[in-house]
C-alpha cells in the first residue's frame, strides 16, 4: 500500500463511539493525520495520554475538533455560555499536550430566543473568540472557526460574520466546502481564500449535510481545489460517516491534489 498522502486527513463523529485505543491504528493505516473530535470516548480528557503514548511509537499527526454537542459559545444563558468557552479552551490546553497541529471550533448558533437578535450572537461569538485565541496563543495551537450548514438553527453561514468576529485574532477560518455547499456561497467563500487555515470536505446535494463521499453530490470538488490549491498549505480534512467511505473519498481527492 502506498503511504497516506500528507496533505489529507480524516475526521468523523461517528468514530467517537469506537475507544480510541481502537480507532487510532486504524487511523494511521489509512491516513497521515486524524482530526480526532474530541467529544464522547474521544474527549481529549479520555484520550490524550493515550494519543501522548501512541505518538511515541507511530508516525500519526493530530489535529483537533473542538467538542461540539450542548455547546454554545453565544449562548443566552451566560452559565451555559461560560461552559461552552470554557470546553473549547479546555481543549486547546489538551490539544496542546500531544502536539495537535490545528484545533477547530464552531461558531454560535441560534436558539429559538436568539433567532429574535442575531446580533447579540455576533458580538457574543466575537467576544468569545477573542478568549479562545488567547488560549490559543498561550498553548501555542493554531486555531480556525468553521462555517456552517444551512439550517434554521445555525447563524455564520456566510464569510462576512466569520471574518468580522476574528478580526484582530490570529484565528482562521476551517472552510466546511459541504457546508457552503448546501448556504449556495461557495464564491464568497473561495474569495477569502487566504484567510483559510483548515479545509472540512465532503459531498451533499447542496439541499443537507449528509456528509456523502466524494462524488456522491453535486459539490464542485475540481473547481474548488483548484481554486484553494495554489494559496492552501493546511490539511484536507475528509469528513465521512465511517473509515470505509473516508478511504474512498481520499482516493478521489488524492488524485485531483497530485
Known amino acids: 500500500m502506498a503511504a497516506p498522502s500528507s496533505k489529507i486527513a480524516i475526521s468523523s463523529p461517528w468514530f467517537s463511539k469506537t475507544p480510541v485505543e481502537e480507532m487510532a491504528p486504524a487511523v494511521a493505516a489509512q491516513f497521515s493525520c486524524w482530526e480526532i473530535v474530541g467529544e464522547y470516548k474521544h474527549h481529549l480528557s479520555i484520550s490524550g495520554p493515550f494519543l501522548r503514548e501512541f505518538l511515541k511509537s507511530h508516525p500519526l499527526r493530530f489535529q483537533v475538533h473542538a467538542p461540539l454537542s450542548d455547546i454554545n459559545i453565544a449562548s ?116 477569502v481564500a487566504d484567510s483559510v487555515k483548515n479545509i472540512h470536505i465532503h459531498d451533499n446535494n447542496g439541499g443537507w449535510d449528509d456528509h456523502l463521499v466524494l462524488g456522491a453530490g453535486n459539490l464542485p470538488l475540481a473547481r474548488i481545489v483548484s481554486a484553494l490549491k495554489p494559496s492552501f498549505r493546511g490539511r484536507w480534512v475528509i469528513e465521512s460517516r465511517d473509515l470505509e467511505e473516508g478511504i474512498r473519498s481520499r482516493d478521489v481527492l488524492g488524485r485531483l491534489l497530485e
Open 76 to 191: 443566552f444563558s451566560e452559565k451555559v455560555r461560560e461552559a461552552s468557552v470554557t470546553e473549547v479552551c479546555d481543549a486547546v490546553k489538551m490539544a496542546a499536550g500531544f502536539g495537535a497541529e490545528m484545533l477547530t471550533f464552531h461558531p454560535g448558533h441560534l436558539s429559538p430566543v436568539a433567532q429574535l437578535d442575531p446580533g447579540r450572537i455576533r458580538a457574543l461569538t466575537g467576544e468569545a473568540v477573542r478568549r479562545i485565541a488567547k488560549a490559543g496563543r498561550e498553548h501555542g495551537v493554531p486555531l480556525a472557526i468553521e462555517n456552517m450548514p444551512k439550517t434554521r438553527m445555525t447563524a455564520f453561514q456566510g464569510p462576512a460574520d466569520l471574518l468580522q468576529c476574528v478580526e484582530g485574532t490570529d484565528v482562521g477560518l476551517c472552510l466546511d466546502v459541504g457546508h457552503a455547499n448546501t448556504t449556495g456561497n461557495m464564491d464568497d467563500y473561495l474569495a
